[in-house]
């Protein structure tokens, strides 16, 4: 005997052979559902391994669209980190060296996470190329202008008719004039530039990307120092912080930027959230861009 | 006394203890994995979930960018079907009035299929937006040559990096001149043209967009009579047809094509498919032109 369920005295099976029958028939329905169940498992699991196989690829070919994860472009170093909430990520960067002189780059989040925010980030990447031969082949400046960049995006967003919209920043270092123009499209947090003077937010804002048909965005421009870092943010961040209010949120940005002294976005995300992050409710993007 | 589980006679549990125990013991055993198993199935069932929501907001952004299924452009009925073998669908079509007299129509068929594939739809929809904006403005008429759309997107897909590349089969239809004219990358089966002299394959050849920086591509025109239907498949039908070889594939094509004399693409597909299809190995789109 190794177990209770073979405990029948045979010789009162004679006399309780109904109970004896419907034990065995409890046994054998049992066993149906132990079944049923492994198959219903088995049919989950397939799934799961379908759409897992299906976003991954998409994954991989949005990771085509990404630069480098550590970009020198001539005395400027840019580097990003991207954590998306799901397999694809609506948090998108992009670093271009224009000319010699001049490296635009943006980070951009559009509205929602996963594989329906992915989708627009294609048309952000495909339109910053064009601009780019068009500036090349001398038949648009708009690359030279961060405010038309965001109008030429809004209008070909709203014209695609994908239903979403985005949050941008984009700027453009000249490093001869040693100026940084930008324009602010809905994005928050506002980057933090470090000089000699210390860290601080930029300043602007502006209207997302999409949403309406004549936006206004704002176009600024600083005077850059021969060294300083800028420290983008998606807003992914300030959920995963514990702060109560934003204002706290944004100190913390702050002081981690402050204590991590240059050493990159991977520094700066280990100093705001310690850990492994397995799990975040929205992307998280944070790139540096840097002249030591 | 309820089932075999209980039968353990009391006056023995004292000589038998270490053997209850182990029973019992073993019972706790099952209940655990019982148990183990049915939070595996829920973190499952949680995942699948998750990824099929993520999976079904991307298919409604795809869809917004799909014309309605029966378009009427002046005298031209287009029509379409789209069977996505995922969520998401690497086949994609769309029909544009240029002006006056010309309607552009494509149906291309993005290499793989799912959210990957779906990335490149955005691409192939914003092009065609752009083309006709600048068209409109003056400022290109790329749009009115087949063959220049097409190497269009062979540069821009090449250049977006995405690491993908399509079949396309795309037309001008030209109501005043009476005539087609027509563009294949790398498109199979070739759309069937349907007029008094009956049902035939178009002619023409070429190679598929973004894998090739320097593509040949066919463009060929021909004359239309007052009425006709044009109708075009992806490649994705091809594998639901039991026929063993290619001829008699496409000659089951023709055949459903004049069986179901402009009744629409979905009457094609059940002449072809009896039946609802609920999988299928590769996204099936069908598509009719149709003047009548």
């Given at each position: 005997r190794s177990g209770a369920n073979d405990v029948f005295i045979k010789e009162r099976i004679q006399e309780e052979n109904v109970e004896f029958a419907s034990a065995i028939s409890g046994l054998l329905h049992q066993a149906g559902l132990v079944e049923k169940n492994l198959h219903y498992r088995e049919e989950l699991e397939k799934s799961l391994h379908e759409l897992q196989i299906d976003q991954q690829a998409a994954r991989q070919i949005q990771q085509n669209m990404l630069p480098e994860n550590s970009v020198k472009l001539g005395s400027i170093t840019a580097q990003y980190l991207l954590i998306p909430s799901?397999?694809?990520?609506g948090d998108f960067v992009d670093v271009i060296?224009?000319?010699?002189?001049k490296t635009l780059f943006y980070l951009a989040d559009v509205s929602g996470h996963g594989a329906s925010s992915a989708l627009v980030t294609v048309l952000l990447k495909n339109m910053t190329n064009r601009l780019l031969r068009n500036f090349r082949r001398r038949s648009?400046?708009?690359?030279?202008?961060p405010v038309d960049t965001l109008y030429r995006i809004n209008t070909e967003l709203l014209e695609t008719g994908l239903g979403k919209h985005l949050s941008i920043f984009l700027g453009i270092i000249d490093t001869e004039k040693k100026q940084l123009r930008y324009a602010v499209g809905?994005?928050?947090p506002m980057p933090i530039i470090t000089d000699s003077s210390g860290s601080r937010f930029l300043e602007g804002r502006g209207m997302p990307v999409g949403l309406f048909p004549e936006p206004m965005f704002d176009e600024r421009k600083i005077s850059l120092e021969d060294q300083y870092q800028i420290t983008l943010f998606s807003d992914g961040i300030l959920e995963m912080?514990?702060?109560?209010d934003m204002i706290a949120k944004e100190q913390r940005l702050v002081d981690a930027v402050v204590e991590t002294k240059g050493e990159g976005p991977e520094r700066v995300k280990d100093c705001l959230l310690p850990g492994i992050i397995s799990e975040a409710p929205d992307d998280i993007a944070i790139m540096t861009i840097c002249r030591q």
């Open positions: 799901l397999y694809l990520s060296k224009v000319d010699e002189e648009s400046f708009d690359i030279l202008s809905g994005h928050h912080l514990n702060e109560g």
